[in-house]
């Protein structure tokens, strides 16, 4: 990891973020109580996360262009995310970038980032 470059660059800029976000949607897509939160058709998630996950790590601001503000917690409000499903969400995410070749302390650092945003979409108890 070089301290001195973005998340964004660190993780490959737009190849590697994209690679990464295949291979995290691949597991959400397989996972028993998270595929039923998502479209049958993946393709817009995948653009829109790639777009926002740019953003949030310090590549082009991509999500803001194209649909504004991101306001994240109030675009999923309609989906229900348990404490549980932040974690399984998460775990999906670890095991991406373990797949996808993101070795530590890099690995740690984008997974600190995320669990910030993750618990801060649930909006309903535990399950």
């Not at 348990?82 to 996808?100: G, I, V, Y």
Request: with cysteine.
């Amino acid at each position: 990891m070089n301290p001195n470059q973005s998340l964004y660059d660190n993780l490959g800029g737009a190849e590697g973020l994209h690679r990464l976000v295949e291979v995290f949607y691949s597991k959400v897509q397989l996972h028993p109580q998270l595929s039923p939160l998502f479209p049958e058709d993946i393709t817009p998630v995948l653009e829109k996360q790639y777009q926002f996950l740019s953003q949030f790590f310090g590549g082009p601001a991509l999500f803001s262009q194209e649909h504004g503000h991101p306001m994240m917690r109030a675009r999923h409000m309609h989906i229900p995310i348990s404490p549980e499903r932040a974690e399984e969400w998460l775990d999906c995410m670890k095991q991406a970038l373990e797949e996808t070749g993101v070795a530590e302390p890099l690995r740690s650092v984008v997974l600190s980032r995320l669990s910030g945003p993750a618990h801060h979409f649930v909006n309903m108890p535990q399950e």
